[in-house]
């Protein structure tokens, strides 16, 4: 099967949701996580994003259809250099995106999370930032 290919996309969202953040960092995670969607998954796969609101904050869902992760390794993924499952580690890749999104999004005070069932069942990583104020937007 071949990986990393052409795969199939969609955005879905409630069109703005106002948030105080900088547009190149918050590019720059969006970047990483689409482009490891479609990395990690199988040609024609399907990835997905969304935007939403969730309570004070904005929240972007990135889910794919991609070879998943252990659950074993969910914990040390947004560490520097990890590279999770040696399947993951045959990916070109440092092992750094996922660190430098969770630093972007926290430092703006958001979170980034991660889950995914493990083998083929796919990944969906969530940013939350928080929603900007009346008197920011």
Known sequence: QAWGGAVRSGVAGPGVV???ADPARIE???MTLVGNAVKYSPTGGLVS???SRENDAA?????DQGIGIPPEDLPTLARPF???SSRARTFAGMGIGLYLSKLVAEGHG???QVHSDGGDR???VTVTIPVASAEER
């Open 18 to 20: 106002p948030v105080e």
């Open 28 to 30: 720059q995670v969006l």
């Open 49 to 51: 994003v969304a935007v």
């Open 59 to 63: 929240a972007v869902i990135v889910r």
């Open 82 to 84: 990890a590279r999770g």
């Open 110 to 112: 958001g979170s980034l």
């Open 122 to 124: 796919g990944t969906t």
